[in-house]
């Protein structure tokens, strides 16, 4: 299972000048300062993808106490650390709105897993959970930086539970709904960078129009946005969206569809559809935006599959299953009452017990629910949502898990949409990877190659870019990502990961 056996070493065969990882990682140190490297460096040769879409160009680049000081066809001074990556492509590093990496970083795990894709910004605390106080959270990280940077989402259902506790089955009082709104501005004033909801998930869902509208309002007083799992991703989908759209023009704030899809078989097709409601929404002056993992299959909880939570009520369940293709495409992740089942289909289990799906469905649920993944969508409607000008990619993935999009997300898009079936210009992903993300998290100094800013780099290969990892093995790291820089200091170079840990949290500016 050594990392090296799974990433191809293309570089030193490549390169004449293969850059010693010792002389880096011994400037940026293991407790580096903020802005990491303090040394100076030029990358030469390499062509740019500089984050905004423009044509790729030739260019040295050179970087100095963690940022970009100089682009163009410079020659490097006398003495000056140069790296060859003549073939390579640098573009700035990968800005992942939709991350769920928060557990690993609060348990200081490594994020080997990110940065080894090109990541070095996650945006964790999604789905309408996060870490509260936020501010405990970022501290944390502050006094102990992981590899990369963060930036948090304050989360809705956090909020509900802290205001309603367990009695949160029911739509809130106004009361209720005013405390709710005081510490969306709270969280925003601790740091975090939007307000994120799951209205499918159990708690989320409890929840009014009206109640996510005031919670939004706050978090955009502060300057923030609002992110959504959306209340439906199934048969009902196109109505969430206009909700998503509501909460915009309601509460006067930015909203992005996060992992945007149609997941079951009665909406598959509907993209074009999707994408012309939000354009028409955009023309109104809301200003949407979606993100999108690069996968057929989505992952989450058994519950999500039944949305009018019924979940012991065979007819629903049946419906249900129906609308995402039968048990066969349902792979059970995880299932605490039964660990044989990880790994199987609803189908083989249900076939290998002699019972219906359903009986089986109903029966997991009541005995604590699993973790699934399900091959619901298709790829005409991910090509459609990936060519709209205002998606981005996002994995949805994180440190350690189960889902292939862990370890995969942005090398597929690099390797399978872009090289080998030409949806997208080089180019245009990465503006998808990088400024576009960083436009929306305000982080105004960071996605674009261009001088003076940070120095969150990525140099991949371009004809060998791929991801590796599976649904048998979701882990498995990808293949062409060479190096990668957070704040001028290696992170990643040779197939593993430097050691340096120069990640910061990053607060966007707040609204005065
Ligand atoms: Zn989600």
């Known amino acids: ?41 030029v990358i030469t040769g390499a062509r740019i993808a500089d984050g905004t879409g423009k044509p790729l ?66 945006l964790v605390g999604q789905d309408g959970g996060s870490a509260w106080p936020v501010s405990e959270f970022l501290d944390k990280l502050r006094k102990e930086p992981p ?35 005081a510490l969306v501005e709270q969280g925003m004033q601790d740091g975090a960078a939007c307000l994120s909801s799951g209205l499918e998930y159990i708690v989320g869902s409890y929840a009014s129009t009206s109640e996510v509208v005031q919670m939004a309002r706050a978090a955009g007083k502060h300057g923030g946005f609002y992110i959504s799992h959306i209340r439906d991703e199934a048969n009902k989908t196109l109505e969430s969206m206009r909700e998503l759209i509501a909460i915009g023009e309601q509460g006067t704030l930015p909203v992005q569809n996060t992992h945007v899809k149609l997941g079951t078989m009665p909406v ?43 979940w012991d009520d065979p007819v629903d369940v049946g419906q249900a299953l129906k609308d995402y293709g039968g048990g066969k495409n349902l792979l059970v992740t995880e299932y605490r009452a039964n660990p044989e089942y990880r790994g199987k289909t609803l189908e083989e289990i249900a076939k290998s017990r002699g019972i219906s799906e359903v009986d089986l469905y109903i029966e997991m649920v009541k005995n604590g629910d699993g973790g699934v993944i399900g091959k619901s969508m298709i790829e005409d409607d991910i090509k459609v949502f990936y060519q709209w000008k205002w998606t981005m990619v996002s994995s949805d993935g994180g440190i350690g898990m189960r889902h292939p999009r862990g370890a995969g997300t942005y090398p597929r898009v690099l390797g399978r949409y872009v090289r080998e079936k030409k949806w997208l210009t080089l180019e245009d992903a990465v503006r998808k990877m990088t400024s576009l993300p960083a436009w929306r998290l305000k982080l105004k100094d960071r996605g674009t190659i261009k001088k003076g800013y940070v ?39 040779e197939c593993a990961a430097t050691g340096a840990r120069p990640g910061q949290v990053l607060t966007p500016p707040q609204k005065k």
């Open 455 to 493: 120095a969150d780099l990525v140099l991949f290969n371009p004809d060998t870019v791929i991801d590796n990892s599976t649904f048998e093995e979701p882990e498995k790291l990808s293949t062409g990502i060479e190096k990668v820089w957070v704040g001028g200091a290696l992170v990643w170079s």
């Open 147 to 181: 590899q990369l940077n963060v930036a948090s989402c304050v989360g809705h259902a956090t909020i509900r539970r802290q205001v309603m506790g367990e009695d949160y089955k029911r739509e809130a009082t106004p009361e209720e709904v005013a405390k709710m709104a």
């Open 1 to 41: 299972m050594s990392r090296t056996l799974r990433c191809a070493m293309a570089i030193c065969v490549l390169l004449p000048l293969c850059w010693p990882v010792a002389a880096q990682t011994g400037a940026a140190g293991s407790g580096v300062a903020p802005n990491g490297n303090t040394k100076s460096f």
């Open 57 to 122: 160009r030739a260019a040295n680049v050179r970087v100095e106490n963690g940022r970009i000081t100089k682009i163009g066809g410079f020659k490097p001074k006398k003495h000056e650390s140069v790296l060859d990556a003549t073939r390579l492509v640098l573009a700035p590093a990968f800005i992942d709105r939709h991350n769920h990496s928060d557990r690993g970083l609060g348990r200081n795990a490594p994020a080997d897993s990110q940065i080894s894709q090109g990541i070095t910004t996650v």
């Open 268 to 310: 598959w097709g509907k993209a074009a559809e999707a994408v012309k409601l939000f354009d028409e929404a955009r023309k109104r002056g809301v200003d949407v935006s979606a993100d999108c993992y690069p996968y057929e299959a989505w992952s989450s909880n058994m519950r999500v599959l039944v949305p009018s939570k019924r």
